[in-house]
């Protein structure tokens, strides 16, 4: 499947929940019944305690942005450059996806991330990371400017 010059993944049993959960808004993850790690990426068998009993579980959307890069690609100008980043969410899981709304120069490691969605077509929704905007209180605004 081809949406936008991207090719779309094709859907299996391991790896369903991951396209498709961002239709409601989160990602959702192999979580191992008997041990309760994450599965990610998805195996047949828990990498911790050999058990094939999974369930598939939401999680937070939250992590850190551990490093990043940027992407020039002649093949898609209209989205080149682009950012990919290695996120790690609050679960411990990793990821290497898409980084928008911001720029290189703005970026540490560490900065608090959080994921969002594009719907690419059909049941495939494609995870992205933005930065987390912090909202400090109205007195430590004032007392950082
Ligand atoms: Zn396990």
């Not at 949406?3 to 790896?15: K, N, V």
């Not at 990610?40 to 990498?47: A, G, H, I």
Request: one cysteine or more; hydrophobic letters at 40%; a negative charge.
């Amino acid at each position: 499947m081809v949406h936008d010059q991207r090719a779309l993944p094709e859907l299996t049993d391991l790896t369903a929940a991951h396209w498709t959960s961002g239709a409601s808004g989160r990602l959702s993850v192999r979580r191992c019944v008997h041990c309760l790690r994450w599965s990610f990426p998805p195996s047949r068998c828990c990498r911790h305690c050999w058990s094939a009993d999974f369930t598939v579980e939401p999680v937070t959307g939250k992590g850190v942005l551990l490093t990043w890069t940027e992407v020039r690609d002649p093949g898609a100008q209209e989205r080149s450059p682009y950012l990919v980043a290695v996120v790690e969410l609050e679960e411990g899981i990793r990821l290497l996806l898409g980084l928008t709304g911001t720029e290189p120069g703005a970026l540490r490691v560490d900065m608090p991330i959080r994921l969002y969605f594009e719907h690419l077509g059909g049941d495939i929704w494609l995870p992205f990371a933005e930065i987390e905007e912090l909202e400090l209180p109205e007195d430590r605004l004032e007392a950082v400017s």
